[in-house]
């Protein structure tokens, strides 16, 4: 790595690791997980360091986890590691060390919460807002455009390594949590970090190629219904759509491929917010939120079961139909992006 790259702007400090690395250097088998219904940076973050630290330690026992009982979502597995990733309901092992990122609380680590309980210790690196600690050593940045950036920056601090295979996965956080380096948060730390991991021999032109450039025509297909239903609220303000369990199984797709959908429903011109459920069961919603600007809808999800950032954050209900849902969360929408004097009613469309 250059020196110049050295000197480029960073979430954290290096003494800021001290604990994590004597925790992570202290122990002898070590699971890392990051939260249920993982994105590209929760599964990034996880292959990256655990790819790192198998380098690093190759007397040390490291299992990479899934929090759910589920595959890897398809776009995602062409990175290194993810053939090595074990449901953590069949990890029945007591780690010394369990290591949580892109998740500070146990409750969005589903069938991953039972190891962090069980574990001799717990160390959290995660970007989210939260107040209910559960790590004995956390590094978490709300500023960090993604936890890969601190990621990243954890390897550097202890001198572990960073391969190409490795800078890829973690590149592959850093791109899908700042939308293609579009969303608010992508800033200059980000962009450092993006340098550096390119420098490492990280892959971008790939990563676009295999997570936005590579769709199955039956995911197209449910995407253009999805585009068919947009509806406006808030005189344009509040965008939102969204698709059945009926509409997955017509199309032939499965519930981990819809992640980009809420991205078609943000690109409404005029919009801030926007919203975009899924019923991956019946009775079972899976909720996106986006915004565009100053708006923080952050408390939304995390009042209907959820968390996030202020400008990307999502939840699940249950026991609830998708009218039901659209019926609650859209006047709270409607209510967080208009002023009381604000001719909000007019111009709207229903999907």
């Known amino acids: 790595m250059s020196s110049t790259s050295r000197c480029m702007a960073r979430s954290t400090t290096p003494d800021m690791w001290d604990m994590v690395i004597e925790h992570i250097e202290g122990a002898r088998s070590i699971a890392i997980s990051g939260h249920t219904n993982p994105d590209g940076d929760a599964l990034g973050s996880a292959l990256g360091?655990?790819?790192?630290?198998?380098?690093?330690?190759?007397?040390?026992?490291?299992?990479?986890?899934?929090?759910?009982?589920?595959?890897?979502?398809?776009?995602?597995?062409?990175?290194?590691?993810?053939?090595d990733m074990v449901?953590?309901?069949?990890?029945?092992?007591?780690?010394?060390?369990?290591?949580?990122?892109d998740v500070p609380v146990l409750s969005r680590l589903a069938d991953s919460a039972a190891v962090a309980k069980r574990a001799l210790g717990r160390v959290v690196i995660d970007h989210h807002p939260s107040h209910d600690?559960?790590?004995?050593?956390?590094?978490?940045?709300?500023?960090?455009?993604?936890?890969?950036?601190?990621?990243?920056?954890?390897?550097e601090a202890a001198g572990y390594p960073c391969t190409p295979q490795i800078a890829t996965c973690l590149?592959?956080?850093?791109?899908?949590?700042?939308?293609?380096?579009?969303?608010?948060?992508?800033?200059?730390?980000?962009?450092?970090?993006?340098?550096?991991?390119?420098?490492?021999?990280?892959?971008?032109?790939?990563i676009a190629l295999e997570v936005y450039q590579s769709q199955?025509?039956?995911?197209?297909?449910?995407?253009?219904?999805?585009?068919?239903?947009?509806?406006?609220?808030?005189?344009?303000?509040?965008?939102?759509?969204?698709?059945?369990?009926?509409?997955?199984?017509?199309?032939?797709?499965?519930?981990?491929?819809?992640?980009?959908?809420?991205?078609v429903v943000r690109t409404v011109q005029g919009s801030q917010v926007c919203l975009f459920l899924k019923e991956t069961e019946p009775g079972v919603i899976r909720g996106n939120l986006r915004s565009k600007g100053?708006?923080?809808?952050?408390?939304?999800?995390?009042?209907?079961?959820?968390?996030?950032?202020?400008?990307?954050?999502?939840?699940?209900?249950?026991?609830?139909?998708?009218?039901?849902?659209l019926d609650s969360i859209l006047p709270q929408l409607e209510a967080l992006v208009c002023a009381p004097d604000s001719a909000c009613d007019t111009g709207d469309v229903h999907g």
Not at 65 to 72: C, E, K, Q, S
């Open 49 to 83: 360091l655990g790819l790192s630290l198998r380098m690093a330690f190759p007397s040390k026992q490291i299992v990479f986890l899934l929090a759910d009982d589920a595959p890897v979502p398809r776009v995602y597995r062409f990175m290194e590691g993810t053939c």
């Open 87 to 101: 449901p953590a309901s069949r990890y029945t092992e007591k780690p010394d060390l369990f290591i949580s990122v």
């Open 133 to 155: 600690e559960f790590g004995d050593a956390s590094v978490r940045v709300t500023s960090a455009a993604a936890t890969a950036v601190l990621v990243e920056e954890l390897l």
């Open 171 to 206: 590149m592959t956080g850093l791109v899908t949590d700042t939308g293609r380096f579009q969303y608010q948060n992508a800033n200059p730390s980000a962009f450092a970090c993006a340098s550096r991991l390119v420098d490492a021999g990280a892959e971008p032109a790939r």
């Open 216 to 263: 199955r025509i039956e995911y197209l297909r449910l995407e253009s219904i999805v585009m068919g239903r947009i509806g406006t609220r808030a005189g344009g303000r509040v965008a939102f759509s969204y698709a059945y369990a009926a509409d997955l199984s017509s199309c032939g797709v499965s519930s981990d491929e819809c992640d980009g959908l809420v991205d």
């Open 294 to 325: 100053h708006w923080d809808i952050s408390s939304i999800a995390v009042e209907h079961g959820g968390g996030g950032h202020s400008a990307a954050a999502g939840f699940t209900v249950e026991g609830r139909s998708v009218e039901d849902v």
